[in-house]
């Protein structure tokens, strides 16, 4: 890593030279947010991942996969969630009996689909938890970065909903990414 920044300073330094020459810090200090400065090129250490999935989720990309296996040693949540809202208007407008077999339907594929990904991230190396519970999509995984101090957040663009042209991330993922402090992969 010291090879790299030694390197990306000289090329800060060089991009400067001649125009800004001893108002470099003055530049730095102004353009920070458009420039990733040498003392910011440092790669958080993540020991402990969440990811939320669902049925608009989608398949996991090989390269998520690639990225991932970088993070050898953390542990990856693998969290699905079912609204608890929607069932709970299926009850009252279908009746107790209906929402019953929707609810058991949904936690029977968000076994199947936890499984198979938890399967894959294992193969990997990475120690994986599942979760499964009612409640709500956005809160309740904005509670658990919260709470529960996980490092990164990794999601899918249409965690939650489905994406358009006009809308390419959904409404669920744009709340919780306005609502954490954490860094976050958007897939």
Same mark, same amino acid.
């Given at each position: ?94 009746? #107790?009996? %209906?929402?019953?077999? &929707? @609810?058991?339907?949904?936690?029977? *594929?968000?076994?199947?689909? /936890?499984?198979? !990904?938890? +399967? #894959?991230? %294992?193969?990997?190396? &990475? @120690?994986?938890?599942?979760?499964? *519970?009612?409640?709500?999509? /956005?809160?309740? !995984?904005? +509670? ?22 006009? +809308? ?20």
């Amino acid at each position: 890593m010291g090879r790299s920044m030694d390197i990306f300073n000289k090329l800060i330094q060089r991009k400067f030279r001649g125009i800004a020459g001893e108002r470099y810090e003055e530049i730095a200090k102004r353009y920070r947010e458009f420039l990733l400065l040498p003392e910011e090129f440092v790669l958080p250490e993540v020991r402990s991942i969440l990811m939320p999935i669902d049925r608009f989720s989608g398949e996991i990309p090989e390269s998520l996969y690639e990225t991932l296996s970088a993070y050898i040693e953390a542990k990856v949540t693998v969290v699905y969630i079912s609204e608890k809202k929607t069932l709970k208007i299926i009850e009252e407008t279908l009746g #107790r009996e %209906e929402a019953e077999r &929707l @609810r058991n339907a949904k936690m029977e *594929f968000a076994e199947k689909l /936890s499984g198979e !990904i938890a +399967s #894959r991230l %294992e193969g990997l190396g &990475l @120690r994986v938890e599942r979760r499964h *519970f009612l409640g709500s999509k /956005s809160d309740d !995984i904005i +509670s658990l970065l919260k709470d529960e101090d996980f490092d990164l957040l990794v999601v899918s663009r249409s965690y939650g909903s489905e994406v358009t042209k006009t +809308s390419p991330i959904s409404p669920i993922v744009l709340r919780i990414v306005q609502h954490v402090e954490k860094p976050v992969i958007v897939w």
